[in-house]
């Protein structure tokens, strides 16, 4: 069992930075591959980032490249979220999730979710 918690979240203006983190608790997150994912309302459930066990691996929706920088420090049992040039679109609820082995950008791939932190970018 994990428990994941996410922070981070708030109000920017377009253009803005924000970085969010996911702690998680329960078992090592050494473990796991883990995920960024948003849902904006009336919208599916995306992944924006992904990122391997070992950290040396990290994908990406199109959505987001060159601008979102997932990371994970294991000694902190804690993923991130580094969101440069925001966007109005970019609004979403941002939830962290982990999976067994190989990161993938699939949700139903995912064990274990946070409760979500709110992200909204005013234009």
């Known amino acids: 069992q994990v428990q994941l918690v996410e922070s981070g979240g708030g109000l920017v203006q377009a253009g803005g930075s924000l970085r969010l983190s996911c702690a998680a608790s329960?078992?090592?997150?050494?473990?796991?591959?883990m995920g960024w994912f948003r849902q904006a309302p009336g919208k599916e459930r995306e992944c924006v980032a992904a990122?391997?066990?070992?950290?040396?691996?990290?994908n990406y929706a199109d959505s987001v490249k060159g601008r979102f920088t997932i990371s994970r420090d294991d000694a902190k049992n804690t993923v991130y979220l580094q969101m440069n040039s925001l966007k109005p679109e970019d609004t979403a609820v941002y939830y962290c999730?982990?999976?067994?082995?190989?990161?993938?950008?699939?949700?139903?791939?995912?064990?274990?979710w946070g409760q979500g932190t709110q992200v909204t970018v005013s234009s």
């Open positions: 990122i391997s066990r070992s950290g040396g691996s990290t």
């Open positions: 999730a982990v999976k067994r082995w190989v990161a993938t950008m699939n949700a139903n791939e995912y064990d274990y």
């Open positions: 329960g078992r090592t997150t050494s473990t796991y591959a």
